[in-house]
């Protein structure tokens, strides 16, 4: 299941997926950003046998996937696979590799693969970045996500990023807290039992969330190391990158204050202090930049 952004991209990962080993791959793509001309080029690059749902507006990570997680075009799946359309599974093993990590142990309800950004690193320099974080609690959500104070207290964002796991060990099934949201695999009984993934955020902290969520039944994830898939990071065009860098960071800020009143059931002295940190976060680093451009 893709939740679709631009054509070529959705094509090329559904493409790597046909190429897999598994004996059954049932492939729904949803279309959740609306364009009149990628959705009528998605409709003639994808092939026969791949079901299309149409979302009339962008509803988000969480949402969009729930509306492929919905979708009763297939049989009822044993499992949800859940990809992001800028990845693609260079190993035909791929999808393999992860439900033997899935069933490997009954505690396991999710596993993601190693992760890499071709434009930036080979695939064995994986091992050595950040794939999966530890459930934070509020000081370390305060600490993580601040500029400024992650600087400070190096060891708790370490924590945080299972740094202390690094290189993480080859071959192997590593049980961690989360997943990576690009690519994972989920036991779709476990999942349906929250009524999908929590559409309370728009984008970000769905990993955190699900995590959260697999731990209150008392399951974990886990990370397959044995295989490694390829996650072409979007970027936004430099005209309108200032712009689009404060459009996520706020929507950043709205999923945390919804993971720790949600999650951490935070009051509103802890989200006072919360909304403090990240304006101060905001505003300075905006002014850094500023004045880093204004001495060139």
């Known amino acids: 299941m893709l939740n679709y952004g631009r054509a070529d991209l959705t094509a090329r990962c559904v493409f790597s997926l046909k190429a897999q080993d598994y004996p059954r ?36 990570y969480a949402a969009g996937n729930n509306l492929g997680i919905s979708h009763r075009g297939f049989p009822k799946p044993a499992y949800f696979l859940i990809v992001n359309s800028d990845v693609t599974m260079p190993h035909s093993g791929t999808v393999s590799a992860l439900h033997a990590g899935l069933v490997s142990s009954p505690r396991i309800a999710a596993c993601s693969p190693m992760i890499y950004d071709p434009s930036a690193m080979s695939q064995l320099d994986a091992a050595c970045t950040v794939q999966v974080r530890r459930l934070p609690d509020f000081s370390t959500t305060l600490i993580v996500n601040s500029w400024f104070l992650s600087r400070v207290f190096v060891r708790v964002s370490n924590r945080y990023i299972y740094r202390d796991l690094m290189p993480f060990a080859k071959d192997s099934v590593i049980e961690v807290d989360t997943i990576n949201g690009a690519c994972f695999l989920v036991a779709a009984d ?9 559409a309370g955020t728009f984008l970000y902290y769905e990993e955190i969330i699900l995590g959260a969520q697999l731990r ?69 680093k905006f002014c850094l930049r500023f004045l880093k451009i204004k001495k060139r």
């Not at 476990?190 to 929590?198: M, T």
């Not at 990158?241 to 945390?256: C, D, H, I, P, T």
Request: charged fraction near 25%.
């Open 216 to 284: 209150s039944v008392g399951m974990r994830c886990a990370l397959v190391t044995s295989v490694a898939v390829s996650h072409l990071q979007g970027s936004s065009s430099a005209e309108t990158a200032g712009k689009f860098v404060v459009q996520r960071r706020l929507q950043a800020v709205r999923s945390e204050i919804y993971w720790c009143k949600r999650y951490l059931r935070v009051g509103w002295l802890g989200i006072g202090l919360l909304y403090l940190v990240r304006s101060v976060d905001i505003s300075s």
């Open 190 to 198: 476990v999942l349906e039992e929250f009524g999908g993934l929590d």
């Open 25 to 60: 791959l049932d492939i729904v793509v949803v279309d959740n950003y609306f364009s009149l001309e990628e959705r009528s080029r998605l409709k003639r690059l994808l092939p026969e046998g791949v079901q299309l749902v149409l979302s009339e507006r962008n509803v988000g």
